[in-house]
């Protein structure tokens, strides 16, 4: 059973910094693109960043220059690298992985940025 599980998310004041990761497990394939989405309530869920099996990157524009997405193939893990952060960042992020042709959403993982 694939499982996609993140990490790292917490309290922050506004221009720190935190990691998010995904890892994906109970399978032999690799994640071949990852996703991190951010929803606040009452919101539709944003598209973070993205990163394909080759590496290449995208990020919407509020996150740019701040935020770096990367991937570890050998443990089968993506992350996100928050810098500077804003308290309207805060939102609950979610992974997104898809692995053999198939989606996977993890449940969620707090970031609150506030003094």
Do not use: H
């Not at 539709?44 to 080759?54: D, H, K, P």
């Not at 935020?67 to 089968?76: E, G, M, Y």
């Amino acid at each position: 059973q694939v499982q996609v599980v993140e990490s790292g998310g917490g309290l922050v004041q506004p221009g720190g910094s935190l990691r998010l990761s995904c890892a994906a497990s109970g399978t032999m394939s690799s994640i071949y693109v990852g996703r991190w989405y951010r929803q606040v309530p009452g919101k539709q869920r944003e598209l973070v960043a993205t990163i394909t099996s080759g590496g290449s990157t995208n990020y919407v524009d509020s996150v740019k220059g701040r935020f770096t997405i990367s991937r570890d193939n050998a443990k089968n893990t993506v992350y996100l690298q928050m810098n500077s952060l804003k308290p309207e960042d805060t939102a609950v992020y979610y992974c997104y992985a898809f692995i053999a042709s198939r989606d996977y959403w993890g449940r969620g993982t707090q970031v609150t940025v506030s003094s």
